[in-house]
């Protein structure tokens, strides 16, 4: 079955589609990791997004249960230059073909993914539509101009927990040797689901927390009368502009238990902090951004995933940067200054991508010691 894939500006990429077969609307972006497609469809950051993977054989070891990031893709659609559509790998259970077709994700094969992805690094991400029933790629593109962005979006509603639930699994076998062994003694972890990945929650469990879930909607009242060690605001898609509830949420919380944003969650303690919110012209998607720790000089590779960033001089006197990237020198960490509190704009469990970065939940549990011994 034919595929088109239509951009606003007009430009039209034919190909052959494969997954679900109908119609979807969604910014178009590329991801530049070489591995963990499977991550990276069920990652709901992804939700509103359509994703071009720049790696030019995807599907080679199909999918398993294992490395779900969330119960199924939330992505719009997949574009990829080459389908494997007979995997090899003893763990895979099915697919990526099949996946996606009982996901309901319309992908798009046999594009021309490098063209692509020069023109969206040089035009930047625009609104796009997947398309297996239009006639015409004008049909497309007009469809596609007629489709939302993601400027002023809430796409957390459509993602994350709407009740609360308890998270103590850690690391399974095969990451074993990552992290050490569950330390005691344990501490209580409340995290903010605004559509957290699942190695995130493995990794606070690894590093000695028992973990509560709340939906995004929890009030600071709410999350505190829990009376958690440590507080983390996970990652998640849309603008975090569209989020004033969770920046309130979160400065309420503020001085009061120790805390860590995660990407969306790093958007929001930086909003929460006095800070303003841009968008990039494209943003970093991928498992391989250089970001350096300011204090230190020490240089990590990055796993990233993300559209809007913080403006540096916003949050000065309330906040200071701890992290910069190398590629466009943007900001990637930050610190409150009279509370603990930090974030990055980065994703510290990876999946897919290095684990250079595996030492930041050992710091958050380390600062939850320093600030409440004992509790």
């Not at 063209?115 to 040089?122: D, G, P």
């Not at 916003?314 to 200071?320: A, D, K, Q, T, V």
């Amino acid at each position: 079955m034919q595929a088109i894939l239509g951009l606003e500006d007009g430009t039209v990429f034919p190909g052959i589609s494969f997954g679900a077969a109908g119609e979807r609307a969604g910014e178009v972006c590329f991801n530049t990791s070489l591995s963990g497609y499977q991550e990276i469809l069920t990652d709901a950051s992804y939700k509103g997004q359509i994703v071009v993977m720049t790696a030019v054989h995807i599907g080679n070891h199909g999918v398993n249960e294992e490395d779900m990031e969330s119960c199924f893709p939330h992505l719009e659609g997949f574009v990829v230059r080459r389908l494997s559509r007979v995997p090899s790998n003893h763990r895979s259970t099915t697919d990526l073909d099949t996946f996606l077709k009982k996901g309901n994700v319309v992908g798009i094969e046999d594009v021309d993914t490098r063209a692509l992805t020069r023109h969206i690094a040089t035009k930047g991400e625009m609104r796009a539509v997947i398309s297996t029933t239009a006639k015409s790629g004008a049909e497309v593109v007009e469809k596609a101009r007629q489709s939302p962005g993601l400027e002023g979006r809430d796409l957390v509603h459509e993602v994350a927990t709407r009740e609360p639930r308890e998270w103590l699994q850690g690391y399974v076998s095969r990451f074993a040797a990552e992290l050490p062994a569950r330390p005691e003694p344990r501490r209580s972890c409340v995290v903010l689901d605004f559509g957290v990945k699942t190695n995130i929650l493995r990794s606070l469990v690894q590093v000695g927390f028992d973990v509560t879930v709340l939906p995004p909607t929890a009030t600071a009242e709410e999350i505190l009368e829990r009376r958690p060690s440590g507080v983390v605001y996970s990652n998640g898609p849309g603008d975090p502009r569209a989020l004033p509830g969770a920046v309130k949420s979160l400065q309420g919380v503020l001085g009061k238990v120790p805390l860590m944003g995660i990407c969306l969650g790093h958007q929001i303690l930086g909003l929460a902090l006095g800070g303003e919110i841009y968008r990039l012209k494209f943003g970093h998607h991928g498992g391989n951004h250089p970001v350096l720790e300011v204090s230190s000089g020490r240089i990590a590779i990055t796993a990233q995933n993300h559209g809007f960033a913080l403006r540096p001089e916003s949050i000065e006197g309330r906040g200071r940067v701890t992290h910069l990237n190398l590629n466009d020198r943007t900001v990637e960490g930050i610190e409150a200054a009279d509370v603990p509190a930090f974030s990055v704009q980065y994703h510290p469990e990876a999946s897919p991508g290095p684990h250079d970065s595996l030492g930041l939940f050992h710091r958050f549990r380390g600062l939850v010691e320093t600030v409440r011994p004992g509790g």
